[in-house]
């Protein structure tokens, strides 16, 4: 039985007054949640989730990374620096970064082996825009971004990952994939994996993330490959955030 995990991308939210109130909430209403919970936060302020959420039932990582070890790349953050704060995850190929800034599914794989590399867990997303579902070619691209990080690391590197199917349409949007439309694409991701190892697919963990809310989160988290979620406006809301906690 896999145990369920929701995350929360905070994107480009918050203040050190903000994460205060919000981390103390989030760890005040944790009692009765039995899922695996996380937040990402971003960069500047993993000095405090790592004070705030060490030895909790909450743990932490960050949105994004350097593909490289270290060196002349202004701006960029490496795995090694995210262990520094005790990053446990770090997401990857989230839709917001490959669409406004570029990045390609071979540059993800790169990113998804140096999170690895450094210990940590890749929190992997992959999803169709919405011309691309109506052109009826949603498992091709999911199952074109798997096969970067697929032929990079192979079966076995998901053994230490999770994957997050988020249909791009419905990050941000209010628009939720349906429950069975979310299921399709998770048992379609199942099954590529089963068929180089039913071991590692059967053990790994695919969040669903668009939109989940409240209000959707049980009967998305019912589906017997949903194993998760990993949300965005609703974790900047303790007791949104908690109701899916509690719901997974
Ligand atoms: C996300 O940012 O990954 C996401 C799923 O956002 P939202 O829950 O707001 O759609």
Redesign the pocket.
């Known amino acids: 039985m896999r145990r369920k995990l929701v995350a929360g ?1 905070w ?1 480009m939210h918050g203040s050190l007054a903000e994460n205060e109130s919000l981390l103390t909430a989030i760890l005040a209403g944790m009692g009765g949640v039995q899922a695996s919970v996380a937040v990402c936060a971003p960069f500047p302020y993993l000095a405090q989730m790592q004070s705030k959420l060490a030895g909790s039932a909450v743990a932490w990582g960050a949105q994004n990374l350097s593909h490289h070890a270290k060196g002349a790349y202004t701006g960029e953050v490496s795995a090694t620096m995210l262990n520094d704060f005790a990053c446990k995850y770090v ?1 990857v190929g ?3 970064r490959r669409s406004l800034y570029g990045e390609s599914d071979e540059l993800v794989a790169e990113k998804y082996a140096a999170a690895q590399a450094a210990g940590l867990t890749p929190i992997f ?1 992959v999803g169709e825009t919405l011309s691309e579902r109506e052109g009826c070619v949603t498992e091709q691209v999911v199952s074109r971004q798997l096969d970067a990080v697929l032929n990079k690391c192979g079966v076995a590197s998901l053994t230490k990952a999770v994957v ?1 199917y ?1 249909p791009v349409w ?5 628009v ?1 994939a349906t429950p069975d439309q979310a299921q399709a694409v998770h048992a379609f991701i199942r099954g590529k994996i089963a068929a180089l190892d039913a071991d590692v697919a059967a053990g790994l963990i695919i969040q ?6 409240p209000a959707n989160a049980a009967v998305l988290l019912g589906q017997p490959d949903i194993d998760g ?7 900047l809301n303790a007791e949104e955030f908690l109701a899916i906690c509690r719901a997974a």
């Open positions: 991308n994107k997401i989230h839709s917001e997303c997050a988020e419905a990050i941000g949007t209010g939720t669903y993330g668009g939109s989940m809310k979620g990993l949300i965005g406006g609703a974790a």
